[in-house]
Structure formats: C-alpha cells, structure tokens
C-alpha cells in the first residue's frame, strides 16, 4: 500500500522501509528509558519557547497568567532543560540524515492542489491546532502517543484513539486539496 | 549498576534526539505528504512506524522488568486524564491532517528544507499562547472528568504486560491482513 508517492520524495536515498525505520525508533525510545527513566517528546519544548518568548514580549501579561507564570517564577528559564537538548538533537539528527542522503532541500510543501499562500494558512492553522491541542493532554504523538503507549499508559492510547478518530476525519474533509 | 541510569544531561538529550531525528527524517516522517497521507489512508507509514515502535519498546520494559533490570515504577508514565487525552489528540490530529506535522516531525521536516513545517512550528508557539490565555477557563475541566486509578492498561485490564504487548502485535497483523485483502481485490 506503499504506492503514494510524491515529486519530492524521488530526490534523494529512499526512505527506510517502514518496520525497519519502527523497530530502529522502538529500541532508539527503550535506550532512552533506560537512560533517563522517561521516553522521547517534542510539545515540552514548544510550551518552554512560547513562555520564554512570552515573557521577552509581556513580561507583566505572563506574570499575570496562571499557566506560564510558574514557569518563569523569580527568573526560571524554562528551556534550560533536557527536552530543549533533546529536541535540538532532533534538529540536527534530521539535518544529518537529510544532507548525508541528499534528501535536503528548500521546498514549500501542503496541500498539493492549492497556491502556496493557501499552503501557508494551512500550516498555521494545523499549528495553532496541534500546539493548544498538546497543552490539553499535555502531550503530544511523540510524548503521549509514542512514549506514553510505550509504557502501555492508559493515556497514550486514548490520546491515539482521539488523534486518529478526528484525523481521519479532516483528512477525508480535505482529500480534494491532493493530487 | 542502577536502571534508569539517571542520564539526564545535555549530551544524553542531543544523543538521543539524534537518532529520533535521523530516524524520523529516513523514515519519511518529515514528509507531510505522507503524515497527511495516512489521514486519508493513502500511506501506513505512520501507523506502521509508530505501532512498530511501541510494541519494541514496551516489548523490551516489560523483559527488563520481569527481569528485575528495571523496576515499572523508575519510569515515568504519564497520568489519566481520559477527557483531555481524548480531546487534546482530537486537536493534534486535525492538525496534523490539515497542517501537515505535528509538533516533533515539524522539526524533522524544517531541518530537511520543508519551509511550511517553519509556519506550522510557528503556530505550534502561539497555539500554546492561546492555550495559556485560555487555561483558567479550562484547568477546572481539564482535570474533571473519569479520574481512573490505573495509569496503564494492564492494571485496568488486570492482565500482565506481555499480553497486552502480544495484543499488540495483534492488531497491527490485522491490519496488515486488512490492507492486503484490499490490495488483492485492487488488483
């Protein structure tokens, strides 16, 4: 069922096949609890950065907001944490793989069939969903959905049943916009 | 030696993150094309690399703790709010079918050129600032709701963890079964 292919996806070293790319994440996350005694994440970073950023803007807004203020309470800088690293690793671990395997370069990807200023509203729109979505269940497909499964959490699997469930929907809902 | 190893500096986060994010980028989850695609059931990359992962890595904690390696309760699992775990997923996938990502493949897909994913990181920021603008309105209702004891589906079950593991295993070969029937009747 493999057969959706994209222009770009021809440029470049094929990607992984699927259970091989699955197994080399699933012992990837095992190693990190391991180390660490918690799984993989990306949202916890998203959320320090928007209070850092916040507080750079509105300091007296941010103060005043029950949710951010605790984490910047008498000068805590809350990306000073092991998810900042973590997603930074995940940054540079993409860009190695993407220039060792000729797979980078600059592109404006969305929604095949419409201008690229319909893309852009797309993408922001998908974003302001996904990251108030990820404060909601505090966590996201990588934190909830990945690690928390992993640990066979009741969450986890409730946060994937949501996630596909309306996905599938908006999918459907937005077919046409594909090629 | 003690597990977990308490490794928790900043090189642990940057090895680690690594290969999630060298993975991630061979695999083809920095692709939105096909994130957006298994949303319309074009493309099971994303079910198969997730699924994959899961059983791997709760395969191997559940061997390393009846092997008295690690005990379950030096990991970390997150606690149940069924409402908010349901409703936040909702958000996350309507967002990664109309947006492309979600909040770690963005990254993936930005470090591979993908200028959208950049917009999309962008939304993820403010989307957290409507979030926090929002919360005092929402923490009463976040933490209502069923506020089960368990935390994993063994204990809610009663069922030790290599069955729920193999139940697993299960549903994704009933899928792939699935797939193929169709893929047969296609042809």
């Known amino acids: ?179 | 030696m003690n597990f977990p190893l308490e490794w928790t500096g900043p090189v642990s986060g940057l090895v680690f993150g690594g290969l999630f994010g060298y993975i991630l980028e061979r695999g083809g989850l920095g692709n939105g094309c096909r994130l957006t695609g298994q949303m319309r059931l074009q493309d099971w990359t994303v079910f198969r690399v997730m699924f994959t992962a899961i059983i791997v890595a709760a395969g191997g904690l559940w061997i390393l703790q009846a092997m008295g390696v690690m005990p379950a309760d030096s990991i970390y699992v997150p606690q149940t709010y069924l409402t908010a775990a349901l409703i936040g997923g909702a958000f996350v996938g309507f967002g990664m079918a109309v947006g492309g990502y979600c909040p770690g493949t963005s990254v993936v897909a930005f470090a591979a050129g993908r200028v959208d994913a950049l917009l999309f990181f962008f939304g993820l920021v403010a989307g957290t600032w409507m979030f926090a603008g929002a919360y005092e309105r929402l923490a009463p209702w976040l933490e209502a709701g069923p506020a089960p004891q368990w935390l994993t589906v063994s204990e809610m079950l009663s069922l030790p963890g290599w069955v729920v593991v193999l139940a697993l295993v299960g549903v994704a070969a009933a899928v792939e079964w699935v797939l193929s029937k169709q893929k047969t009747s296609a042809a």
């Open chain 1, 1 to 179: 069922m493999n057969t959706y292919q994209t222009s770009t996806a021809d440029r470049g070293r094929p990607d992984w096949n699927a259970y091989m790319a699955g197994g080399l994440l699933g012992l990837t996350l095992l190693a990190t609890f391991v180390a660490t005694g918690h799984g993989l994440g990306a949202s916890g970073f998203t959320t320090a950065l928007a209070a850092k950023s916040a507080v750079a803007v509105a300091p007296g807004a941010v103060a005043a907001n029950e949710y951010l203020a605790p984490m910047v309470a008498e000068g805590a800088n809350p990306l000073d944490s092991w998810i900042t690293w973590q997603v930074l690793g995940v940054a540079i671990g993409a860009l190695i793989s993407a220039t060792l395997n000729g797979r980078f370069h600059w592109r404006f990807e969305g929604p095949t069939r419409l201008t690229t200023g319909k893309r852009a509203a797309f993408a922001i729109v998908g974003g302001l969903a996904a990251g108030f979505g990820a404060r909601i269940s505090a966590g996201c497909t990588s934190g909830l959905g990945l690690s928390g499964a992993a640990t066979l959490a009741v969450a986890g699997f409730v946060f994937l049943a949501g996630f596909f469930a309306v996905g599938l929907a908006a999918g459907f809902l937005t077919k046409r916009y594909w090629k």
